[in-house]
């Protein structure tokens, strides 16, 4: 079965910086897709940044600009690099993967996710 594990995450003032990594093992190929979604205390979980090998990508408004997602072409790992971070990027990161973008929510491999704090 496959596994994802993220990395990185932690308290930053704003203004600051974090990177999120997620590597995820278990697979007999090079997955499709891999990204990021986020959730906030009381929010709806929200795609944030996704890539895919064929092209597809996914950045939300919020964060166009600021963050920045790095896939790993040799293998199933991905790095969010997050800069200018303000605290309304507070939110439990989630690492995804799947073969398709549009239903990478509904239907992907998740890791367990890495807490994200950004202090005012």
């Known amino acids: 079965k496959p596994q994802l594990v993220e990395s990185g995450g932690g308290s930053v003032q704003a203004g600051g910086s974090l990177r999120l990594s997620c590597v995820a093992s278990?697979?007999?190929?090079?997955?499709?897709?891999m990204g990021w979604f986020r959730q906030a205390p009381g929010k709806e979980r929200e795609g944030t940044v996704i890539a895919c090998s064929f092209g597809d990508r996914y950045t939300a408004d919020s964060v166009k600009g600021r963050f920045t997602i790095t896939r790993d072409g040799a293998k199933n790992a991905v790095d969010l690099q997050m800069n200018d971070l303000v605290p309304e990027d507070t939110a439990k990161y989630y690492c995804?993967?799947?073969?398709?973008?549009?239903?990478?929510?509904?239907?992907?491999?998740w890791g367990n996710g890495t807490q994200v704090t950004v202090s005012s």
């Open positions: 995804a993967a799947g073969p398709v973008l549009d239903s990478l929510s509904r239907l992907g491999d």
């Open positions: 278990g697979y007999a190929h090079m997955v499709n897709c």
